[in-house]
């Protein structure tokens, strides 16, 4: 006959089971609503090359083949031994990687390094009813509010609710809205975009 003692315990034990079964159910039911993750669109790819860059190439014992480069408007850049190499629109270590491909050829078990010197291609524009309108270069992560603060602001009369960006993309132009007013209110500040080499901001 079982013993009382051991039939508490045992329905104890199953009690627990039961217990963690059910809490585990529940935490993978919750996973399962949140759904994948997403990947941030504010996700850093790495720095992407542009005319006027300079870049330093260097391989290893070589000295005449380390030398400084410029990303030439056409985006391509001119090497010893390889001719013309497309950079624009690439990061660093693509870059790298394709020299590498195509050194190999002429220096078995080549090793390089692609280091970016004057990052000089990442400019966007400033025009109209700002203090200082013009051209200005700035680092990869620059969103609307701070280029027009490096434009030193906007001018009494300026429609701070008309302003637009406008970007090229493929041979076509694009325009983004930015109501300055309602921004500084906290109000929409998704419009607030993060800028792109050679969008143009429009003060009117």
């Known amino acids: 006959m079982m ?6 315990v045992q329905n104890i034990t ?40 300079v870049l330093l190439i260097s391989v290893w014992k070589d000295e005449h083949l380390t030398r400084e480069v410029v990303v030439r408007p056409d985006g391509l850049i001119s090497f010893p031994l390889v001719g013309d190499v497309p950079a624009e629109g690439r990061t ?23 280091a970016v010197v004057k990052p000089l291609s990442y400019k966007v524009y400033v025009v109209g009813r700002v203090a200082k309108p013009g051209e200005f270069l700035v680092g990869h992560y620059t969103d609307v509010l701070q280029a027009l603060s490096l434009a030193g602001g906007l001018t009494p009369f300026a429609a ?23 921004v500084r209110k906290g109000i929409d500040l998704e419009q607030n975009i993060i800028l792109q080499r050679g969008d143009v901001v429009m003060v009117p």
Not at 33 to 41: K, T, V, W, Y
């Open 3 to 8: 013993q009382p003692g051991f039939k508490i």
């Open 14 to 53: 199953l009690a627990w089971i039961i217990g963690i079964f059910l809490i585990s159910a529940v935490s993978c039911q919750s996973i399962d609503q949140r759904g994948p993750l997403q990947e941030s669109p504010n996700s850093d790819l790495g720095y992407q090359l542009g005319p006027e860059d």
């Open 92 to 114: 660093v270590e693509e870059l790298r990687l394709d020299l590498a491909k195509r050194l190999i050829k002429y220096i078995p078990a080549v090793n390089l390094t692609v």
């Open 160 to 182: 701070e609710n008309d302003i637009k960006v406008v970007r090229r993309v493929m041979e076509q132009q694009h325009t983004f809205p930015f109501r300055y007013g309602d």
